[in-house]
C-alpha cells in the first residue's frame, strides 16, 4: 500500500476530513497522517469460528434520510464495520482463541509487541537477532535517495551492502519500538472534570497529557536516555494510554532492490492485485556503535509461507481511521472537504509533474519524483474514498449502525441524559460548516513548502514581521520569523508560478470566478499570468533578497506577493472566524461520543488507528473481481509476463520493464516462487511495512498495499472483496539469493551462522 502521504500533506488530510479549522495564516499546514496514508481494507470470508462467536451490540445510525435506492431499508450493519485493529492494551485473547485456536496468552502478545516497529510514516519489524529490520521499499524509498553518493542512482540502481561496514547511516531516523503501555484514563478524567467549554477542555487536556507524559518519561530516565512517551488517545479522547517507547536513531540501510522492481507496475498497479511487486528493504538497528542484539524478541522467517485459508496476524500502526464519525460528518466529506481535498492534489500534482518534464536535472536535485509519488497515491487512495462514501449501501450500512448506537444510549436513561442529543448537534455542526465550503478547497496546506510558491509562503513571514514591528514586538519574536522566512526553501522561477497559479486556480474553482475573492486575486486575468507577474516582479520570490528586505523595511504591501497575500487574508479571516468555534464543539461532541461508545460496547469494538501499534487478524483468502476470481497468491512467472506482455506488445510506458539483472539473473530463480498474496487483514496507510505472522509469530509476509475495493475502509471495515496485499517472504527470499546473490542477509534470515 502506497498509503503513505508526506508529512506536508498530513494537515491537509486533517483538515479535509473535518479536523478542523483551516491553519491560521501564519502557519503552515502540514497534512498528515493520506502515510493518514490512505486506507485500505477490509475483509472477506470470515474462517467459520468467526461467524460463530458471539457479536457484541451493533455499533452506530443517522437522522438524515437514506437516498431513494431500493432494499436500502434491509440494509444491517455488520458486526466488524468497525474494524478488527486491536489494541495491545486490551488484546482479544479470547477472540483469537475461539475463531482461530491459537494460545494467544500475555507471552505471544509480548513477543509480537517487541517484534515490531514504528518508523516515519509506517510500519517495520526485526527479523534477526542482530537488529535487521523488514520494512517496504516505498517506505525507505526518500531515504535511499539520502544515503546516494556522488555519481550514484541507487533510487533507480538499488542497495546491497556486502558487509556490516558497507551499512550506510541514514541521518535524521527514528525506529521506535513499544516496550510499555500504561492506561491514564482515570488521571486525564480527573484533570478535565468540570471544565465543559470546548477551548478550556482542550487546553486542559492539553496540559494534562503533557504533565503525565513528563512524569512517565522521568521515571524511565528522559530522552537522553532513549525514551519517549506518547499520548494516545482513543475512542476520540474516551481513553487516554501513554505509550512508552525504546528509541533508536542509529539505523543504516542494508539492503534496497531497483525502483522498477520495489514499485513494479508503477501508478496504473497501485492498489490493484493480481500485483508483482518487490516492495521490501532491510535496515539495521544499531546500539553504541554495534548492531542491537533482537535475539530475544524478532519475527523468525518462515521457509513454508502462506496456503489459502491461513490465519495471519498483520502487527503495525494504522495511521488514521474514521470510522466512528457520523454519517453526517461522512456527508459533509463526500459533499465538500474530501472533494476539495483530491482537487487540491490533482493541482498539486499537475504543476509538480510540468515543472518535473520541463526540468528533470533540477527535479531530481529536488526529490521531485518521491513528491509526486506520494500525491499520485493520495490522489488514488482519494479518488477510492469518495466512491465508497458515494455509495448508497457503504452508508445505508452506517445509518444503521448509528442507529442501533442511538437506540443503546436511549435505553439507558443516564446514557440518554448525558450523550443522547450529540448526534443530532454533530449533524448541525456539519450544516454550519456547508457554509463555509469554498474554504475548505482553498487553504489547504496554505504555506506548505512542498505545494505554496516560495514567494507567498515568504509573504506570510513577511507579514507577521512588519505587524509585528508596529506592534513592538520583542526582537526575540522578530528573529523567530525572520528564521522562518530564511527556512523556506528556494524554488525555481517555473516552479514558483506553476505553485502559485495552482492556488489561485483553487481559490477560483472553490469560490466561484465572479465571487468577489477570485475577482480581486486575478483582476480579469488568468491564474498563469497573474502568477508569472508576480515571480517576476516580487522581492519575496528570491531567498537572499527577501531576507535583506524584510528586517529592513523593503518589503512593503506595494510588493505583488504581499499584495497577494493581503488579499488573501480577507477570505483567510473569515473561515478562520467561522471554523473555529465549530471546530472546538466537533472535537467536544467527538470525545463524548467516545465515551459513549465505549461505555455501550466496551472493548469488544476497536477504537479508530491513531497510528499506534495494532494487531488485526484475517485469513488467507481470493475473492471475486472483474467476472472471474483473484489468485491468493501471484508468482515470478506473473512478474515476467506482466514485463513481456507491456514491452513486447508495444504498450508499455516503463512502469512493467524489469531492470537488467532481473532480464539475465546471475541465479537460477524458481519462477513459481510466490511474490505477493492478498489476506482479509484490516489494513490502511501506516500499516506499509507491517509484517504479517503466522499463529506461531514466524513472518508470512510483509503489508504494502490494499486493493482498490478496500480503500473505503478509511471509515467502515467491510468483508467481502477488500484486500490486504503483501510480498512474500519466499518471494523475497528467492530474490535475495538468486536474483541480488545477497547471500550475507539470506543465511542471517536463516539463521545460519549466528
Known amino acids: 500500500m502506497r498509503i503513505r502521504h508526506s508529512h506536508a500533506l498530513l494537515g491537509l488530510i486533517a483538515l479535509a476530513c473535518g479536523g478542523g479549522a483551516a491553519p491560521m495564516p501564519p502557519v503552515a499546514t502540514d497534512p498528515p497522517g493520506p502515510e493518514r496514508e490512505p486506507v485500505e481494507l477490509a ?14 451490540p451493533a455499533p452506530p445510525a443517522a437522522a438524515v434520510a437514506p437516498p431513494q435506492v431500493a432494499g436500502l431499508d434491509t440494509v444491517r450493519a455488520g458486526r466488524f464495520d468497525n474494524g478488527r485493529m486491536w489494541t495491545f492494551e486490551n488484546p482479544p485473547s479470547d477472540y483469537l482463541r475461539g475463531t482461530y485456536g491459537i494460545d494467544a496468552d500475555s507471552v505471544w502478545f509480548r513477543r509480537a509487541r517487541l517484534g515490531a516497529l514504528r518508523i516515519p510514516g509506517c510500519s517495520a519489524s526485526f527479523v534477526s537477532g542482530e537488529g535487521l529490520v523488514l520494512t517496504n521499499h516505498h517506505c525507505a524509498r526518500e531515504h535511499i535517495s539520502a544515503v546516494s553518493r556522488e555519481g550514484e542512482s541507487l533510487l533507480d540502481d538499488g542497495f546491497y551492502a556486502e558487509s556490516m561496514e558497507e551499512e550506510r547511516t541514514i541521518a535524521e531516523f527514528e525506529a521506535d519500538r513499544l516496550i510499555a503501555i500504561r492506561d491514564v484514563t482515570a488521571e486525564m478524567d480527573a484533570a478535565l472534570e468540570g471544565i465543559n467549554e470546548p477551548q478550556a477542555r482542550s487546553q486542559a487536556r492539553e496540559s494534562a497529557e503533557e504533565e503525565i507524559a513528563a512524569g512517565i518519561s522521568e521515571e524511565y530516565g528522559g530522552e537522553d536516555a532513549g525514551f519517549e512517551v506518547e499520548m ?8 487516554t494510554s501513554a505509550y512508552i517507547f525504546r528509541r533508536y536513531t542509529d539505523v543504516r540501510m542494508v539492503m534496497a532492490p531497483e525502483l522498477s522492481v520495489g514499485y513494479f507496475g508503477g501508478d496504473p498497479d497501485n492498489f490493484t492485485y493480481p500485483r508483482y511487486a518487490l516492495d521490501f528493504s532491510f535496515l539495521r538497528v ?7 542484539d533482537t535475539s530475544e524478541n524478532f519475527f523468525r522467517w518462515s521457509e513454508t509461507g502462506v496456503e489459502r485459508g491461513d490465519a495471519v496476524f498483520m502487527i503495525g500502526n494504522p495511521g488514521s481511521t474514521s470510522r466512528i464519525q457520523t454519517v453526517a460528518e461522512l456527508e459533509f466529506r463526500r459533499d465538500v472537504s474530501d472533494k476539495g481535498l483530491l482537487a487540491f492534489v490533482n493541482n498539486r500534482i499537475d504543476a509538480l509533474e510540468a515543472f518535473y518534464e520541463m526540468d528533470p536535472e533540477a527535479g531530481e536535485a529536488m526529490d521531485l519524483r518521491n513528491s509526486i509519488f506520494s500525491l499520485i497515491n493520495t490522489q488514488e487512495a482519494y479518488g477510492g474514498i469518495l466512491r465508497g462514501l458515494h455509495d448508497p ?3 445505508a450500512k452506517r445509518r444503521d449502525q448509528e442507529r442501533a448506537f442511538q437506540e443503546a444510549l436511549e435505553a439507558d436513561p443516564e446514557l440518554d441524559a448525558e450523550y443522547g442529543g450529540l448526534i443530532a448537534r454533530m449533524a448541525e455542526l456539519q450544516e454550519q460548516k456547508a457554509g463555509q465550503a469554498g474554504g475548505f478547497g482553498s487553504f489547504l496546506a496554505f504555506a506548505s513548502p512542498d505545494y505554496e510558491s516560495a514567494a507567498l509562503s515568504r509573504a506570510l513571514f513577511a507579514f507577521q514581521y512588519a505587524n509585528g514591528s508596529r506592534a513592538g514586538a520583542p526582537a526575540e519574536a522578530l528573529e523567530g520569523v525572520m528564521e522562518s522566512l530564511r ?4 524554488q525555481p522561477p517555473a516552479l514558483q508560478e506553476l505553485l502559485l497559479a495552482a492556488r489561485l486556480r483553487d481559490i477560483e474553482a472553490s469560490y466561484g470566478a465572479d465571487s468577489p475573492l477570485a475577482t480581486s486575486l486575478l483582476g480579469g486575468r488568468s491564474a498563469e499570468d497573474v502568477a508569472a507577474s508576480i515571480v517576476a516582479e516580487s522581492v ?11 528586517p529592513s523595511g523593503g518589503v512593503g504591501m506595494g510588493d505583488p506577493a504581499m499584495q497577494l497575500f493581503g488579499t488573501l487574508i480577507s477570505g483567510i479571516g473569515p473561515f478562520q472566524q467561522a471554523l473555529g468555534p465549530i471546530s472546538a464543539q466537533e472535537e467536544q461532541i467527538a470525545a463524548a461520543l467516545g465515551r459513549a461508545r465505549f461505555e455501550v460496547y466496551g472493548t469488544d469494538v476497536p477504537p479508530d488507528a491513531t497510528f499506534s ?19 491468493v497468491v501471484t508468482t515470478f ?51 506499509s511495512g507491517s509484517p504479517l505472522v503466522n499463529a506461531d509469530l514466524e513472518l508470512v509476509g510483509l503489508a504494502f498495499d490494499s486493493n482498490t475495493e478496500g480503500l473505503s475502509g478509511e471509515y467502515i471495515f467491510l468483508t467481502d472483496r477488500a484486500r490486504a496485499v503483501s510480498v512474500d517472504v519466499r518471494g523475497i527470499l528467492e530474490a535475495l539469493e538468486e536474483v541480488y546473490l545477497a547471500e550475507r542477509i539470506v543465511e542471517e534470515l536463516r539463521g545460519e551462522g549466528s
Open 487 to 490: 527556512e523556506v526553501p528556494d
Open 540 to 550: 519575496l520570490a528570491d531567498s537572499a533578497r527577501a531576507v535583506e528586505a524584510v
Open 286 to 292: 544499531y546500539e553504541d556503535g554495534d548492531p542491537l
Open 43 to 56: 475483509d472477506a470470508p470470515a474462517p467459520p469460528a468467526e461467524a460463530a462467536a458471539p457479536a457484541p
Open 393 to 395: 449501501v457503504i452508508l
Open 637 to 687: 512467472y506473473g512478474l515476467y509476463d506482466r514485463h513481456y506482455s507491456h514491452v513486447s506488445g508495444g504498450t508499455g510506458d516503463g512502469e512493467w520493464d524489469l531492470p537488467g539483472r532481473w532480464l539475465d539473473p546471475p541465479g537460477d530463480p524458481d519462477l513459481s516462487t510466490p511474490m505477493n498474496f492478498v489476506s482479509t487483514n484490516d489494513i490502511i496507510g501506516g500499516n
Open 232 to 239: 494516545v488517545s482513543l475512542y476520540n479522547g474516551g481513553r
Open 613 to 631: 501499534l495494532r494487531i488485526s487478524d484475517g485469513v488467507v483468502s481470493e475473492y471475486e473481481y472483474n467476472g472471474t476470481f483473484a489468485p
